[in-house]
């Protein structure tokens, strides 16, 4: 990891803190530094708490250096920020968006949202950095490309990072929105963890895999795709043809699912309320009815948490991650779901894979996947600049 790595990693460090990360000598740190500030690669902010002596100045990359661009496409939704190269979001806006009108319409939504919103920052097309794309499907990292996405099969083998670029004279990266969620919270934890799992709970399931302190994409990208692991041979058909697919039994359509089907045989007024209201009911509709203490719902997502602990009881016995982080709109439930997943992973795990084990939501939230977009762009820019000089 270079010096420039290791200031962004760090979201603020002093020259004695990046001496002490980077294994070089302080007098090569502070020469390497005071080229940097020249070049304005790097600033200096503030002065930082110090214990004493004289007080560091933390060390950050140059906000003169531009904008970065994220992107974050989920199956339903659409969110789009400007950010700064230290992640700061200056600009954001999320809003509902349905991915299988395919590429056209959808990227032209997304080529106007980020219009609108660099000009709410005051800044310029030309100032943009790097794009950072997260997309809800598999994507081969390599070509940018989608590789037959389940959720959105319009897209398959649509390049994003080709259509884009036209746009701007930056670099666009794409990676699927699950392995960016990963990205952010190891970024948010300065890298502090080495091997943890995100899954995200939400229209499908995937899960993105830390291994050694980065992400671990596969041969093909396509790497913790645990959505089709079978957990009941005689469950519903999935849209992947199989049968008894966690992503067909534990994930929102499913959770949703169920409930209408709860609602409709009188086992709780209250989805039916629900029902009768809306037309339709959505996992959001399910979280509701559960924190309102519904036991019908309650039994849904209880059943829900122990098969999605049961795929994940199987995962953690071939990773041995130190956390699993769940996220996605799952994470809106609250406790009860979580309680459900770790009873059935303790329960189905071997101990030594389960001894240091914490299973919690993911602390960025719903922000993951853009900050995880946030700092794909500014990642990759940073190993391009490197591999020009
Ligand atoms: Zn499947």
């Given at each position: 990891?270079?010096?420039?790595?290791?200031?962004?990693?760090?979201?603020?460090?002093?020259?004695?803190?990046?001496?002490?990360?980077?294994?070089?000598?302080?007098?090569?740190?502070?020469?390497?530094?005071?080229?940097?500030?020249?070049?304005?690669?790097?600033?200096?902010?503030?002065?930082?708490?110090?214990?004493?002596?004289?007080?560091?100045?933390?060390?950050?990359?140059?906000?003169?250096?531009?904008?970065?661009?994220?992107?974050?496409?989920?199956?339903?939704?659409?969110?789009?920020?400007?950010?700064?190269?230290?992640?700061?979001?200056?600009?954001?806006?999320?809003?509902p968006a349905d991915v299988r009108q395919g590429p056209g319409l959808v990227l032209s939504r997304v080529r106007a949202l980020m219009r609108e919103l660099l000009a709410q920052c005051g800044a310029t097309p030309k100032q943009v950095?790097?794009?950072?794309?997260?997309?809800?499907?598999?994507?081969?990292?390599?070509?940018?490309?989608?590789?037959?996405?389940?959720?959105?099969?319009?897209?398959?083998?649509?390049?994003?990072?080709?259509?884009?670029?036209?746009?701007?004279?930056?670099?666009?990266?794409?990676?699927?929105?699950?392995?960016?969620?990963?990205?952010?919270?190891?970024?948010?934890?300065?890298?502090?963890?080495?091997?943890?799992?995100?899954?995200?709970?939400?229209?499908?399931?995937?899960?993105?895999?830390?291994?050694?302190?980065?992400?671990?994409?596969?041969?093909?990208?396509?790497?913790?795709?645990?959505?089709?692991?079978?957990?009941?041979?005689?469950?519903?058909?999935?849209?992947?043809?199989?049968?008894?697919?966690?992503?067909?039994?534990?994930?929102?359509?499913?959770?949703?699912?169920?409930?209408?089907?709860?609602?409709?045989?009188?086992?709780?007024?209250?989805?039916?309320?629900?029902?009768?209201?809306?037309?339709?009911?959505?996992?959001?509709?399910?979280?509701?009815?559960?924190?309102?203490?519904?036991?019908?719902?309650?039994?849904?997502?209880?059943?829900?948490?122990?098969?999605?602990?049961?795929?994940?009881?199987?995962?953690?016995?071939?990773?041995?991650?130190?956390?699993?982080?769940?996220?996605?709109g799952i994470a809106r439930i609250g406790p009860l779901f979580l309680a459900a997943v770790r009873q059935s992973v303790y329960h189905r795990s071997l101990a030594l894979s389960t001894r240091h084990l914490e299973i919690q939501y993911?602390?960025?939230?719903?922000?993951?996947?853009?900050?995880?977009?946030?700092?794909?762009?500014?990642?990759?820019?940073?190993?391009?600049?490197?591999?020009?000089?």
């Amino acid at each position: 990891m270079t010096l420039l790595d290791s200031v962004f990693w760090s979201a603020g460090i002093s020259r004695d803190a990046l001496a002490t990360r980077s294994a070089f000598s302080k007098t090569r740190v502070n020469s390497a530094v005071a080229g940097m500030l020249e070049q304005g690669v790097l600033e200096e902010v503030g002065v930082q708490h110090s214990t004493g002596g004289r007080r560091p100045e933390t060390l950050r990359l140059n906000r003169r250096l531009g904008v970065l661009l994220g992107v974050a496409m989920g199956a339903t939704g659409l969110e789009v920020a400007v950010l700064t190269p230290d992640l700061e979001v200056l600009a954001r806006h999320s809003e509902p968006a349905d991915v299988r009108q395919g590429p056209g319409l959808v990227l032209s939504r997304v080529r106007a949202l980020m219009r609108e919103l660099l000009a709410q920052c005051g800044a310029t097309p030309k100032q943009v950095i790097s794009i950072g794309i997260g997309v809800p499907g598999p994507v081969d990292f390599d070509s940018g490309q989608l590789v037959n996405p389940p959720l959105m099969p319009e897209w398959d083998a649509f390049s994003i990072r080709d259509d884009l670029r036209a746009d701007y004279g930056a670099p666009v990266f794409v990676d699927n929105d699950v392995n960016l969620m990963a990205l952010g919270e190891l970024w948010r934890m300065q890298r502090g963890l080495q091997n943890f799992l995100v899954i995200k709970v939400g229209t499908g399931i995937g899960c993105g895999i830390v291994c050694h302190g980065v992400v671990y994409r596969g041969t093909n990208g396509s790497a913790g795709d645990v959505g089709h692991i079978c957990v009941d041979p005689s469950g519903p058909r999935c849209h992947c043809g199989n049968l008894g697919c966690v992503e067909a039994m534990a994930a929102g359509p499913a959770i949703a699912r169920l409930a209408t089907e709860a609602a409709q045989a009188g086992e709780s007024a209250l989805l039916a309320e629900m029902l009768a209201a809306r037309g339709t009911l959505t996992l959001q509709d399910v979280a509701q009815a559960s924190r309102a203490g519904d036991t019908a719902a309650n039994a849904i997502v209880q059943h829900a948490g122990a098969l999605l602990g049961q795929m994940l009881a199987s995962v953690v016995n071939f990773f041995n991650p130190s956390h699993v982080f769940i996220g996605g709109g799952i994470a809106r439930i609250g406790p009860l779901f979580l309680a459900a997943v770790r009873q059935s992973v303790y329960h189905r795990s071997l101990a030594l894979s389960t001894r240091h084990l914490e299973i919690q939501y993911a602390p960025l939230g719903e922000r993951a996947g853009l900050i995880g977009a946030g700092v794909l762009a500014m990642q990759e820019s940073l190993r391009l600049r490197g591999s020009v000089r």
